[in-house]
């Protein structure tokens, strides 16, 4: 990457681990000061209770050529989160990328089951974790944002526009309500900063190899085709820098704003833009999905990455 993004102030909502952490480790590899948040620190851990920090994702985005800043902050308490902006435009008086990648809740959904089935306080839980957490974000943060040109927000979410306009049953009632309406979101975010020339887009990965997906399957990230003796279609599974490419690329194009009110992937902008992954490849899953699983076809990576 080059450093198209030196003297640029990035906020990654939401960047402990998985598709977060890739996102602000690019920012950075990119020249970016990134502002890296969420509630798992050294001396204390969310609910979720995984092992990463937002220490450790900051250290990462050092390392990669930027500024890392790990600020713990629940972004369900509006006080924090406003503090949290306050001291952004004191320190750097811009915001040029807001990451609303808040989501927290691996542990509230359950695949296959209809609404009445699961526990609704899991289910609200959710809603309050992976939307109100963006809509107060966005709240504090869009009058910095929009003070200079040029800034981008991202949405992040689970699903293209064309692929979650149909229910998608397998992840229940909540998660599909969720993963559908970030991208509503994004889309009446673009409405309402593009007069002060700003663009909002919702970004989705492919099956993404997060932290916890990897231990699902019993592998690294050195030995993730190993995964596939699991399930076939892991082959065509993706690093979070792969994501983290797609946003760093958006947030240096300076005709970023075609894209406003769009949802996008990161197979799809690879295409328009040129990265690849860690491995050299540009997976494009969503179109794997249409065409190869959702018809039950055998696994064949071929065209695809």
């Given at each position: 990457?080059?450093?198209?993004?030196?003297?640029?102030?990035?906020?990654?909502?939401?960047?402990?681990?998985?598709?977060?952490?890739?996102?602000?480790?690019?920012?950075?590899?990119?020249?970016?000061?990134?502002?890296?948040?969420?509630?798992?620190?050294?001396?204390?851990?969310?609910?979720?209770?995984?092992?990463?920090?937002?220490?450790?994702?900051?250290?990462?985005?050092?390392?990669?050529?930027?500024?890392?800043?790990?600020?713990?902050?629940?972004?369900?308490?509006?006080?924090?989160?406003?503090?949290?902006?306050?001291?952004?435009?004191?320190?750097?008086?811009?915001?040029?990328?807001?990451?609303?990648?808040?989501?927290?809740?691996?542990?509230?959904?359950?695949?296959?089951?209809?609404?009445?089935?699961?526990?609704?306080?899991?289910?609200?839980r959710m809603f309050r974790l992976a939307l109100d957490t963006h809509a107060i974000t966005s709240y504090h943060a869009l009058p910095l944002l929009?003070?200079?040109?040029?800034?981008?927000?991202?949405?992040?979410?689970?699903?293209?526009?064309?692929?979650?306009?149909?229910?998608?049953?397998?992840?229940?009632?909540?998660?599909?309500?969720?993963?559908?309406?970030?991208?509503?979101?994004?889309?009446?975010?673009?409405?309402?900063?593009?007069?002060?020339?700003?663009?909002?887009?919702?970004?989705?990965?492919?099956?993404?190899?997060?932290?916890?997906?990897?231990?699902?399957?019993?592998?690294?990230?050195?030995?993730?085709?190993?995964?596939?003796?699991?399930?076939?279609?892991?082959?065509?599974?993706?690093?979070?820098?792969?994501?983290?490419?797609?946003?760093?690329?958006?947030?240096?194009?300076?005709?970023?704003?075609?894209?406003?009110g769009r949802a996008l992937s990161s197979g799809g902008l690879a295409q328009v833009y040129g990265f690849t992954d860690t491995d050299g490849s540009?997976?494009?899953?969503?179109?794997?999905?249409?065409?190869?699983?959702?018809?039950?076809?055998?696994?064949?990576?071929?065209?695809?990455?």
């Amino acid at each position: 990457m080059n450093r198209a993004l030196t003297g640029k102030t990035a906020l990654v909502a939401g960047g402990t681990r998985g598709a977060g952490r890739g996102i602000a480790v690019e920012l950075g590899a990119a020249g970016a000061t990134v502002y890296v948040t969420g509630r798992s620190t050294r001396s204390q851990r969310s609910e979720l209770d995984r092992p990463e920090t937002i220490e450790e994702t900051a250290e990462r985005v050092t390392a990669a050529g930027g500024e890392g800043i790990a600020v713990r902050v629940d972004h369900l308490d509006p006080a924090q989160v406003a503090a949290l902006v306050r001291r952004i435009g004191a320190e750097r008086g811009r915001l040029d990328v807001l990451v609303n990648d808040v989501w927290g809740s691996d542990h509230l959904f359950q695949f296959g089951r209809p609404l009445w089935e699961q526990s609704l306080e899991d289910g609200l839980r959710m809603f309050r974790l992976a939307l109100d957490t963006h809509a107060i974000t966005s709240y504090h943060a869009l009058p910095l944002l929009i003070g200079e040109p040029g800034g981008l927000v991202i949405e992040m979410t689970d699903g293209t526009a064309e692929y979650n306009a149909k229910y998608r049953k397998e992840c229940g009632y909540f998660y599909d309500i969720v993963k559908t309406a970030v991208i509503r979101m994004a889309l009446a975010q673009s409405e309402e900063i593009a007069p002060s020339g700003a663009t909002a887009v919702a970004l989705t990965p492919g099956w993404l190899r997060s932290e916890a997906m990897l231990e699902h399957f019993g592998v690294t990230e050195e030995t993730w085709r190993d995964g596939a003796a699991k399930d076939p279609h892991f082959a065509m599974s993706e690093s979070p820098a792969f994501v983290g490419r797609a946003v760093a690329a958006l947030a240096a194009d300076p005709d970023k704003a075609r894209w406003n009110g769009r949802a996008l992937s990161s197979g799809g902008l690879a295409q328009v833009y040129g990265f690849t992954d860690t491995d050299g490849s540009r997976p494009d899953m969503w179109r794997y999905l249409v065409e190869v699983v959702d018809p039950g076809r055998p696994a064949d990576t071929t065209g695809y990455r």
